[in-house]
């Protein structure tokens, strides 16, 4: 049985309408968690999203537009995702953790993701360091506050950016090698980035050094 159509707001001559342009998105999400990305076909999308081919191709040209919005599209609800998260969490690295269990939800949860990872691991790749800047820079949106005042940006060691940058290869390293359970990563990586960020103590080493003369001495 045919699904039924869905006709943009204003018919064939009316505006594009918001709504419709989410649903083929979300059409499009859903039509590459089954398909995949190679054999992907507008038709595909259609129908997942339930709408006319006409309808499809009013908003999408083709498969290139449709795939570039559709970047767009995520890049911008995981932002806002993450943002509504931390709204609410507590300064510090625990503020940290929740961004970055928000990023291992994200990706375990997302079909359409685990898709292309399995199957289509060059394209995951190419479409990583295409897209890099623009990752970085979601990214620092939520990471740049946590990190300012790191000591490493204090003593002047590194910089916030620097450390956004490194936070957001973390984030692509939990995407594509992800861990059976997101918390225990998020609680892995902050740890990581306590180490890094904390002050440096040189106490334990010298006492360490002199144990090891004491113990020369002694033989």
Do not use: C
């Not at 191709?57 to 609800?77: I, T, V, W």
């Not at 940006?153 to 450390?163: K, N, P, T």
Request: hydrophobic letters at 40%; aromatic letters at 6%.
């Amino acid at each position: 049985m045919a699904k039924p159509v869905a006709r943009a707001g204003g018919g064939e001559s009316g505006e594009l309408n918001p709504r419709t342009r989410a649903r083929i998105l979300d059409g499009a999400l859903r039509a590459i968690a089954q398909h995949g990305l190679t054999k992907l076909g507008m038709h595909d999308v259609s129908a997942h999203a339930g709408v006319s081919r006409g309808t499809l191709y009013r908003y999408f040209p083709g498969r290139d537009e449709l795939l570039q919005s559709l970047a767009e599209y995520e890049r911008a609800r995981f932002q806002q995702r993450v943002g509504e998260a931390l709204r609410d969490a507590p300064a510090g690295a625990p503020r940290l953790r929740v961004a970055l269990q928000h990023v291992a939800g994200y990706v375990s949860e997302h079909p359409a993701i685990q898709r292309l990872i399995e199957n289509e691991p060059a394209f995951v790749l190419r479409y990583l360091r295409e897209q890099f800047p623009a990752l970085r820079a979601t990214a620092g949106t939520f990471f740049a506050p946590l990190v300012a005042d790191a000591q490493p940006v204090r003593r002047g060691a590194a910089s916030a950016d620097q450390l956004v940058d490194w936070l957001t290869r973390v984030m692509i390293s939990a995407v594509l090698l992800p861990d059976p359970d997101p918390d225990d990563m998020a609680r892995s990586l902050t740890a990581v980035f306590a180490l890094l960020a904390g002050p440096v103590s040189s106490r334990a080493p010298r006492r360490r050094m002199t144990n090891r003369i004491s113990r020369g001495t002694a033989r």
